[in-house]
C-alpha cells in the first residue's frame, strides 16, 4: 500500500556542475528512501526526462531558463522568472511545495529565499548555516552561522542567530540544549569591535536566555575543536573563517598527498597502508553527511548543496530538508520569534 | 680582530612561556651568528645571570616587573614602567636600542610599539604582520597583515597596510614587486562591505600605485596557494582567517596523528614509514622559521615570538630583525609615506 505523500520538496534540477545528472540521481537515491515525499523537479524536459529511471513520487516541470554559477544573483532572478530556481521557488512561495533544493548558484539561491519565500517576521536578515565537523565536542558536528549571507551585520542579527542557530541544532541535528559561542577575535568578554560586543552583550543578558545556552566568545582556530554547537558569526568574518578552515583542510591533504607521489618506494608503500586511515579522516571532515547549506530565517526550508556534489551529498541534503520538513522547525521557530519579537529587535543598553 | 657595533636589539628576557630559559638560549645561538650585533637583556638578573654562557655582546639590565601573558595591555604597560618590556621599549624610544623583542603578552608590546615606539607619522593603524607559507605560489611565503591589532579599520588603513607590507615583502622577503591582494568575501571587485569595497579602490586607484602591485582581492580559502605576496585584511577577519588556518592545520596533523596511533600495526608501521614525509610537512607550515609577528608602521622594529618558542625560533627571529635593520626598512618606508602623505590620507571617491 503506498503511504500519504506528507512532503513536497521543490528541486532546481539544472543548478550545478553536475545538474542534471548528479541531482536527478541524488533524488531518485533520496525518493526510495522517503516513502512520504514527493519531488517536483524543475528543469529542462528534454534533458532530464532520459534520466529518470523510475518516474514514481517525481513531477517534472519545464522550465525554460537556468541560473549560471557566475551570473549576478538579483538581476538573474529578477529576470529569469522562467528559471529552474526561481519556478521552483514560486512553487513554494504558491504552496505547491514545502521546501527548496538547489545545487547551483548561492546568492540566487539566497535571493529567491528572501525575496520569494520571505523572511520570518521579526527576522530581519537571513543567513546562510553550515554543518561543520566537531572533532572533539559532546557532539559530532556543529552548526555555524552566517557564513557569507550578509557582508555586514548589527548586533541584534547576530543575536537572531543565536536562536536560529539553536532550533536548528536542537530539531535538525537533535542537540539538548545547545552550547551557543559567539566567534569573536578573543575569548574574554571585552573583546571584539562595538558590534561583536554589543552581541555578546544581547547574547549573554538577552530575555531569551532561558532558551539560549551562551557560552561565550569562541575563536576561529578552536571551532574545529567543537567548543560551541552554535557558532554565531558576522557574515563576513564567517565567511573568512569558514573558507579559511576548508582552503586549510584541502591544502592539507594535498600536501599529503604530494608527499606520498613525489616520495621513495617506502613512502609510497606507507601511503598505500595508510589510505583507509586517511579515508576515515577525510569522511570525518566531509561535512556534506550532514547535508548542505540552509537559507536560515526564512518561511521554508531553503537548502542548497555544492556545486560540485554527486548523487549521495544531494541525497543526503534531502534527508536533512525532510528533517526540517519533519520536525516542523520553521513553525517552531516563527512561533518562538513572535513570542520574543520586541527582545529579538532591540539593541544592547 | 673585533668587528664593530652596527646594531643593538632591545630583548624582553622575562616574555614567553620558556623564559627566561628559551630567550637567553636563543639570544647566545644568533650572537653567534651575528657579529656586528648587541642584545640588552631586560630581566631579572638573578634568574638570568645564571644562564648566560657567554656574555660577548650581551648587556644585562635589571628589571624588576614582569608583565604577565594575561594581563591587561595599557594598564600593564602603563603601571609596570619597571618591567622587562617596558624598560626594552624605553630603551628603543631613548636611542639606546634599535629593536625590541618579546615572547610574552602580543597586546602589550602592541601597546608599547605604539605608544612608547611611536607611530610612523602619516600611518594611523600601526598592524600585526605575520609571514605564512605559500604552498603554490612564486615564493615560499607571504605576509599577511593586520592579524589582529585592530579590531576596526578604516578603508585608509588598508590602503595604507598594502605599503607598508610591500615594503615588508620587498625589503625583508626580498621579494621584487611584491604582489598586494585584499582579504575579501569574493573576488569580484564589487564584492565585501562599504569599507572593503572603498579599500578596493583606493588600493587600485591611489596615487601610490605605480609601487603597489595590486592584484584585487583574495579569498581566505586560497591564501595559503600563495595568490599574493602581501595579503592585506582588516584586523578582526584578518585575526579569524589566521587563526582558523593555524587550527585546521593542527587539528588535521592531530587526526592523522591519531589515526596512526589508534590503528593496527599495518597502520603504525605506515605511519613509522612515513615519518620523514610528515616532518617535511610540518616543516613547510612551520613558519616560525620566517620570524615572528611584526607591530608594522612604528618607527623600530617591534617583533615578537609565539609564547611557547624554543631557543630556534627565538635565534630565527633576530634574523628577522637583522634583516629589518640591515635593509633600513623602517627609515624607507618612513621616507616614502612621507612623501605620499597627502594620498596615503585620504578616503576614496
Given amino acids: 500500500m503506498r503511504e500519504s505523500i506528507m512532503y513536497k520538496i521543490a528541486v532546481d534540477a539544472m543548478g550545478g556542475d553536475n545538474a542534471p545528472e548528479a541531482i536527478v540521481a541524488g ?28 518516474a514514481e513520487r517525481l513531477t517534472l516541470i519545464q522550465s525554460d531558463e537556468v541560473v549560471e554559477m557566475g551570473e549576478e544573483p538579483v538581476k538573474a532572478i529578477r529576470r529569469k522568472k522562467q528559471s529552474s530556481l526561481v519556478m521552483a521557488a514560486q512553487a513554494v512561495k504558491d504552496g505547491e511545495a514545502d521546501a527548496i533544493f538547489s545545487a547551483g548558484n548561492t546568492g540566487a539561491l539566497l535571493a529567491v529565499g528572501i525575496f520569494t519565500v520571505g523572511r520570518i517576521r521579526g527576522i530581519d536578515r537571513p543567513a546562510l548555516l553550515t554543518v561543520l565537523p566537531a572533532l572533539d565536542g559532546p557532539h559530532e558536528a556543529f552548526a555555524m552561522m552566517d557564513v557569507g549571507a550578509n557582508a555586514e551585520n548589527r548586533p541584534r542579527h547576530l543575536y537572531q542567530y543565536g536562536i536560529l542557530g539553536s532550533f536548528y541544532a536542537k530539531e535538525v541535528l537533535g542537540f539538548d540544549n545547545p552550547r551557543v559561542g559567539l566567534l569573536n577575535n578573543g575569548t574574554e568578554e571585552d573583546k571584539g569591535d562595538p558590534i561583536h560586543k554589543e552581541a555578546h552583550q544581547l547574547l549573554k543578558h538577552g530575555a531569551v536566555q532561558s532558551y539560549l545556552n551562551f557560552v561565550g566568545n569562541v575563536e576561529s582556530r578552536d571551532i574545529l575543536q567543537g567548543p560551541a554547537d552554535v557558532v554565531v558569526a558576522d557574515g563576513f568574518s564567517g565567511n573568512a573563517a569558514l573558507k579559511a578552515t576548508e582552503g586549510t583542510a584541502l591544502a592539507m591533504l594535498r600536501l599529503i598527498k604530494h608527499a606520498i607521489l613525489d616520495g621513495n618506494v617506502k613512502t609510497k608503500l606507507a601511503g598505500l597502508m595508510l589510505k583507509p586511515a586517511m579515508k576515515d579522516i577525510q569522511s570525518r571532515l566531509d561535512y556534506s553527511q550532514h547535508g548542505g547549506a540552509v537559507v536560515i530565517g526564512v518561511k521554508a526550508p531553503v537548502v542548497k548543496t555544492h556545486g560540485s556534489a554527486g548523487p549521495s551529498a544531494v541525497a543526503n541534503t534531502m534527508v536533512q530538508i525532510h528533517t526540517m520538513l519533519e520536525t516542523d522547525l520553521v513553525a517552531k521557530t516563527e512561533a518562538f520569534v513572535a513570542e520574543h519579537k520586541t527582545d529579538l529587535s532591540k539593541s544592547a543598553k
Fill in 27 to 54: 533524488i531518485e537515491q533520496a525518493r526510495d528512501k522517503m516513502p512520504d515525499t514527493e519531488f517536483l523537479l524543475f528543469g529542462q524536459l528534454d534533458k532530464v526526462k532520459p534520466l529518470v529511471k523510475n
